[in-house]
């Protein structure tokens, strides 16, 4: 895999073999990857992976007409033919009065930003102990019957990116992960539970022993699921499940879907969508953030900001291609991959938490349910309509009453957001990230 320097160079050579052979402008990307991984089941090792990828993207523009091209082989020959054929599709293809690069003014200037996203690599022999650990401790807990297995791996990353009008640019990352699953109970009657951590660094994941603990925890806690009835009543997301909805909030606010109006919240910019107290932020230089990044996908500056500030809805996500259908300037959204044009994504999402323990959240409740875990997809970006399957467990009376399965939740995401609580009991372990949130009047559907 190429060195970050060595990467921006090839990108560089690569635009300047498009420019030579008749592209007006274009912008090239290298992606790297590196991983090598471990698995154990029932104390033994089930497996020992190793890879490693290389990417380069190239798009070009010719007049207004684009294409974009990817190879994996990256010697001399290979990206002469890559830019040759990339010109060549270019000419072919219609024109696209919105395509072209981010505008040059507003192109990043200097140096990235350090965001401390690289950590050294373990040994093989510390994955496999790590996986051990992790799986040992999810046995332990009593009620567990069997193991999926655990496993520990370790990734590196290189990211690079040229353009024709003046950026350059590349950083690096590493991410280290760990995760358990097992089964508790037998028959029919089993449950299944799991636990996982990535991060930048070692240091800032729970142990391996926590983590199987928590793996362990899950599936027993979730035997013998009861049933509930029907009706409308409070829902109360736990914060691997609230995320979710947060991801549902960044697909409605992106460019694209907003300059073709098949957005339900295209109308709603500096309104008021969410109650008050609810405040959504974004920051992609988060230090040691998940999705941290020092520029965008098309070379553009990054920067903090707030999709909803206290409930109201501030603008969208703006890459350049839907920046320019909505008579707008990008924003530092966009997200390139090896193939295809840029598209639009956030980075570290956060749900700032509210003012009330849980426990004071759900003291009122005389019958709800709070879920963990959500099932299908069930949410049109369209209408803003919700319907999932779910479990969890029931609440009564302000208490966690037992587990039930097998329901359905759904209403209006424009409702969900208006009739939305946030608990203070946030946790920074995913690039989204929310407290427990609690929406009254959802629809659940039981027995």
């Keep these: 895999m190429l060195s970050t320097q060595e990467a921006e160079q090839r990108c560089a050579d690569l635009m300047a073999k498009a420019r030579a052979m008749g592209a007006d402008a274009g912008d090239a990307v290298y992606l790297g990857r590196s991983s090598q991984s471990v698995e154990m089941r029932l104390g033994n090792l089930e497996s020992v992976d190793r890879s490693e990828s ?39 293809a219609p024109e696209d009065p919105y395509g072209g690069l981010a505008p040059k003014d507003m192109l ?27 799986e040992d401790a ?16 370790f990734g ?18 590493s991410h280290h992960s760990r995760s358990g699953a097992v089964v508790a109970g037998k028959g029919s009657g089993m449950e299944r539970g799991m636990a996982w951590r990535m ?30 009835k029907s009706g409308p009543m409070p829902v109360v997301f736990d914060r691997r499940a ?17 300059a073709r109006g098949a957005s339900f919240l295209a109308d709603d910019e500096g309104k008021r969508i969410f109650a008050p107290g609810i405040t959504i932020t974004d920051d992609p230089l988060l230090k040691r953030g998940l999705r941290s990044h020092p520029f965008d996908g ?44 840029p598209g639009v994504s956030a980075s570290n999402v956060t749900l700032l938490p509210g003012g009330e323990t849980v426990a004071d959240m759900i003291a009122d409740i005389a019958d709800g349910v709070w879920v963990t875990e959500l099932i299908g997809q069930g949410f ?7 319907s999932r399957g779910a479990s969890g467990f029931r609440i009564v009376n302000g208490e966690i009453a037992g587990p039930v399965a097998g329901i359905t939740i759904a209403g209006n995401m424009r409702d969900m957001f208006a009739n939305m609580r946030a608990a203070d009991d946030l946790e920074m372990v995913q690039a989204f990230n929310v407290p427990s949130l609690r929406i009254d009047g959802m629809t659940v559907a039981g027995d």
């Design 54 to 92: 290389e990417h380069l993207g190239l798009r070009v523009f010719v007049g207004r007409r684009s294409a974009t091209v990817g190879s994996s082989a990256l010697d001399s020959a290979s990206l002469d033919e890559l830019a040759e054929r990339a010109v060549v599709m270019a000419k072919g």
């Design 108 to 134: 990043m200037k200097g140096p990235p930003a350090d965001l401390d996203l690289i950590s050294p690599a373990p040994e093989p022999e510390a994955l496999r102990n790590t996986a051990l650990e992790v």
């Design 138 to 153: 999810a046995r332990s807990v009593e009620g567990v019957t069997n193991s999926e297995g655990a496993s520990a791996s």
């Design 156 to 173: 590196r990353g290189v990211v690079a990116l040229a353009t024709s009008h003046g950026f350059s640019g590349g950083y690096e990352q």
């Design 199 to 228: 991060a930048h660094h070692v240091d800032d994941m729970l142990s391996p022993a926590e983590i199987g603990r928590l793996a362990g925890s899950r599936a027993v806690e979730r035997l013998n699921p009861g049933k509930m």
């Design 242 to 258: 609230g995320r979710s909805l947060i991801g549902h909030l960044v697909h409605a606010i992106s460019g694209s879907e907003i």
């Design 298 to 341: 098309e070379g553009l500056p990054v920067a903090a900001s707030r999709l909803v500030d206290d409930g109201v809805l501030t603008g969208w996500l703006l890459d350049s291609a839907s920046a320019r259908k909505l008579g707008r300037r990008p924003t530092g959204h966009a997200a390139r991959g090896g193939g295809g044009s």
């Design 380 to 386: 049109s970006v369209v209408t803003g309509d919700y």
